[in-house]
Nanobody
Framework: QVQLVESGGGLVQPGGSLRLSCVVS????????MGWYRQAPGKQRELVAG???????NYADSVKGRFTISADNAKKTAVLQMDSLKPEETAVYYC?????????????WGQGTQVTVSS
């Protein structure tokens, strides 16, 4: 059974930084890409940053230059470094992995970690 566990969320002041980590457990044959999404109250879940198995990255326009995604497919981990955080970025952040497992290729999600940006 594949599970994703996020950590690193919390309360931070505007302009501060947080580092989110995601660890994937279970039998995975290959990882195609990993990503971080967020969902604020009353809003749809949105992509924040993604990284392919080849190392190509993509970011939401709103976070470019402030957030950095990295991943280690061998260790099945992903990290999102978030700098210069803004209050409007308060949300639950979710880790996602697109992977091939015993049941074929599919997306898996973590349970989410709360990020609150407030003074």
């Amino acid at each position: 059974q594949v599970q994703l566990v996020e950590s690193g969320g919390g309360l931070v002041q505007p302009g501060g930084s947080l580092r989110l980590s995601c660890v994937v457990s279970g039998t995975i044959f290959s990882i195609y890409d990993m990503g971080w999404y967020r969902q604020a109250p009353g809003k749809q879940r949105e992509l924040v940053a993604g990284i392919t198995s080849g190392g190509s990255t993509n970011y939401a326009d709103s976070v470019k230059g402030r957030f950095t995604i990295s991943a280690d497919n061998a260790k099945k981990t992903a990290v999102l470094q978030m700098d210069s955080l803004k209050p409007e970025e308060t949300a639950v952040y979710y880790c996602n992995v697109d992977a091939r497992t015993r049941v074929g290729r599919r997306d898996y999600w973590g349970q989410g970690t709360q990020v609150t940006v407030s003074s």
